[in-house]
């Protein structure tokens, strides 16, 4: 895990899914699903980066949201949209462990001046609930 500082909130988590690459995979796509956000890409890196002659491990990047709220968040800071929509990427390393990692996204409130803190709150504990369907884990802070 990525901390910055002694006394600053980590910016980024990585969760160890207790499944394999694809069945975390599956399991992530079906909770977006299941709660019905929009999934905007599924970028495969493992995939691309054999077509290009390079083996590396499964690697996917899943972009998802839903664009009533994160409107919400860009008309409060357009600058926002940098960050949105959400990404949340799944790692094998050479152990054949799956990861699933993603932003701390209440820090964007103080990034971006954002008013509304209580949907980046909520936001959060969305990406939490998905990661927990996505790698069976009960508790993705360790």
Same mark, same amino acid.
């Given at each position: 895990?990525?901390?910055?500082?002694?006394?600053?909130?980590? =910016?980024?988590?990585?969760?160890?899914? =207790?499944?394999?690459?694809?069945?975390?995979?599956?399991?992530?796509?079906?909770?977006?699903?299941?709660?019905?956000?929009?999934?905007?890409? /599924?970028?495969?890196?493992?995939? /691309?980066?054999?077509?290009?002659?390079?083996?590396?491990?499964?690697?996917?990047?899943?972009?998802?949201?839903?664009?009533?709220?994160?409107?919400?968040?860009?008309?409060? /800071?357009?600058?926002?949209?940098?960050?949105?929509?959400?990404?949340? !990427?799944?790692?094998?390393?050479?152990?054949?462990?799956?990861?699933?990692?993603?932003?701390?996204?209440?820090?964007? !409130?103080?990034?971006?001046?954002?008013?509304?803190?209580?949907?980046?709150?909520?936001?959060?504990?969305?990406?939490?609930?998905?990661?927990?369907?996505?790698?069976?884990?009960? =508790?993705?802070?360790?």
């Amino acid at each position: 895990m990525i901390t910055y500082g002694q006394n600053e909130e980590k =910016k980024i988590y990585s969760v160890v899914s =207790k499944y394999d690459f694809d069945t975390t995979l599956n399991n992530l796509l079906q909770s977006l699903k299941e709660k019905q956000l929009t999934i905007f890409a /599924n970028f495969d890196h493992h995939k /691309n980066a054999k077509a290009s002659g390079i083996e590396m491990p499964k690697s996917n990047v899943i972009v998802f949201g839903n664009p009533k709220v994160g409107t919400h968040l860009m008309l409060d /800071n357009p600058n926002i949209a940098l960050e949105l929509p959400l990404k949340i !990427a799944l790692v094998e390393d050479t152990n054949q462990k799956t990861s699933l990692i993603f932003s701390n996204v209440k820090l964007l !409130a103080d990034k971006y001046a954002l008013k509304n803190t209580i949907v980046l709150e909520k936001m959060q504990q969305l990406i939490e609930n998905i990661l927990k369907d996505a790698s069976g884990r009960e =508790k993705i802070y360790q």
